[in-house]
Nanobody, 125 residues
């Protein structure tokens, strides 16, 4: 059973930074696209960023491009989301997800088969 565990969330002031981590429970689980999604209260889950297995191709939602950076370390089976210049609108539960069937990063929630339980990010004004 593949498990993804997010960490690194917390409370920060507007303009601050956080780095989220997503660790896979299985060492061999690395041949897939990794993605980050988020969900704010009363809103649907939305795409944030995704990265190919090699890390050479990335894909970002327009509202985070230039502020967030996605990366991965396959030796550690871990994906990261560096979040800079955080705004109150970024407040949400952030979820890590894995797509074992795709080679290119995608933003569709339905493409991802495995999900973590989420980590809360709260940005105060």
């Amino acid at each position: 059973q593949v498990q993804l565990v997010e960490s690194g969330g917390g409370l920060v002031q507007a303009g601050g930074s956080l780095r989220l981590s997503c660790a896979a429970s299985e060492r061999t689980f690395s041949a897939n696209v990794m993605g980050w999604f988020r969900q704010a209260p009363g809103k649907k889950r939305e795409f944030v960023a995704a990265i190919s297995w090699s890390g050479r191709v990335t894909y970002y939602a327009g509202y985070v491009k230039g502020r967030f950076i996605i990366s991965r370390d396959n030796a550690k089976n871990t994906a990261y989301l560096q979040m800079n210049s955080l705004q109150p609108e970024d407040t949400a539960i952030y979820y890590c997800a894995a797509d074992p069937d795709s080679a290119d990063p995608k933003g569709a929630e339905g493409d991802y088969d495995y999900w973590g339980q989420g980590t809360q990010v709260t940005v105060s004004s």
